[in-house]
């Protein structure tokens, strides 16, 4: 089945080069293109869109009010926008809505890429499976003030650690196992974090948020069926993976706020087995019985069994929480990047690598042998990046000792 797409721009030239260069997709794309936001409205009142791909400062609809308005008649829709446009007060405005930015001019081969990952990830989640074995939970919560609170606070102009550090002083539960985190031998931090604020500033803002999303989480589910062993081995295994994740991206030149997502997306990976873990503990414990008996890697035998993977259950879960697609991606995929669309190193390379990595310096119980993809991995041209990757992991892990 076709993914409608629609593109809203007022620049009459703008527009008319977009279609020029969606041209090639129109086998795989029903693409519209319309010149407001109110066009907009009014053609996705006609007949629903998969993704709206607009313009930020229009007359009449600006670009936020749009993506707020879609977001409030039509949450399914993907909503990206493509400006080029420098207020900040409108693009702080639009991050609450926006699930991705790209700025102008931008090049049509990375925008036809972005779309067909998008697309792609899009169909990944639409797995009948999927939804099937989440609504077995009782209910699917929403996230705690707190993260809003924090989010809203790296959405401002000026945001602020000692801020976001009295957020989370408010929440007693919270502050303990951040700082029981923070001091752990596994972050490496030398001397000992007491308060919040000191935790934010040496961490960053957005790996305490990814904390707090991921503490969140543990809390909402009930993994009856880990051991403690277990729950211990899942956080030291997210934990580190969010470090390597991290490194391995610094090694491939990625530097400043843009290696957020790559700590984050290695946090988070594995938070799907959580909710497998809560929603039908007695399956998810003969998976792993299985896995142990037959040496199949234990994401082999949920598919098996479930005809999804607790990749694909955490992708749909962040996605419905509003995460960056970065993340959501590289969360889905983790396991198989060679069957996702990604041409180019990402956050879902890195993850791949990190929890690889960190599987074989410490496999702990983690059944199934932690090979990295080959075929995607040449793919990208970084089949030859693993044992530079593995040194950079070491010595980061040698931090902590």
């Known amino acids: 089945m076709l993914k409608r797409i629609l593109f809203v721009d007022d620049e009459p030239n703008l527009l008319m080069g977009l279609q020029r260069s969606m041209r ?82 931008c090049d049509p081969e990375r925008l036809k890429l972005l779309l067909a990952r998008t697309v792609a990830l899009t169909n ?42 009295r957020m989370i002083s408010r929440d007693m539960g ?34 305490i948020q990814a904390m707090v999303l ?34 391995i991206a610094k090694s491939q030149g990625v530097s400043g706020r843009e290696l957020d997502p790559y700590h984050s997306a290695g946090l988070l990976h594995d938070v799907g087995k959580l909710v497998m873990a809560s929603a039908d503990p007695k399956t998810y414990r003969r998976i792993q019985n299985v896995s142990a008996e037959t040496g199949t890697r234990p994401w082999v035998v949920e598919s098996e069994l479930l005809g999804c993977n607790h990749a694909e259950i955490g992708a749909y879960l962040l996605g419905i929480w509003g995460l960056p697609t970065l993340i959501v991606e590289a969360v889905a995929w983790h396991h198989h990047p060679s069957e996702s669309p990604v041409t180019e190193f990402s956050t879902l390379t890195a993850v791949h690598a990190a929890s690889a990595i960190h599987a074989r310096i410490h496999p702990g119980f983690q059944q199934g042998n932690p090979e990295m993809d080959e ?19 070491k010595e980061e892990l040698g931090k902590g000792a």
Not at 126 to 143: D, E, G, W, Y
Not at 177 to 206: C, D, T
Request: net charge neutral; glycine share 6%; aromatic share 6%.
């Open 24 to 105: 090639p997709m129109r086998a795989e794309w029903e693409m519209e293109f319309v010149a407001s936001g109110e066009e907009a409205l009014q053609t996705m009142a006609r007949k629903p869109f998969d993704m709206v791909v607009t313009d930020m400062r229009m007359p009449g609809m600006s670009g936020a009010e749009l993506l707020e308005k879609v977001q409030q008649r039509y949450p399914q829709t993907i909503r990206i926008v493509l400006s080029g446009q420098s207020d900040r007060e409108s693009i702080v405005r639009a991050s609450a809505t926006a699930h991705q930015f790209l700025s102008k001019p």
């Open 124 to 165: 990944l989640l639409q797995n009948a499976a999927i939804k099937k074995f989440v609504s077995q939970l009782k209910c699917i919560p929403s996230l705690p003030s707190i993260y809003h609170e924090i989010t809203a606070e790296l959405r401002s102009a000026d945001p602020s650690s000692l801020r976001i550090g």
């Open 214 to 247: 991921s503490l969140s989480i543990l809390a909402a589910f009930d993994p009856r069926s880990l051991s403690p062993q277990e729950t211990d081995w899942l956080w030291e295994h997210s934990i580190t993976s969010g470090r390597f994740s991290r490194t």
């Open 174 to 207: 919270m502050t303990a196992k951040i700082l029981q985190m923070v001091n752990s031998a596994v972050y490496g931090v030398r001397g000992e974090i007491s308060e919040p604020g000191q935790a934010v500033l040496v961490l960053g803002m957005e790996t």
């Open 375 to 393: 075929v995607f991995l040449a793919r990208i041209g970084m089949a030859e990046r693993q044992s530079e990757w593995m040194q950079c992991c």
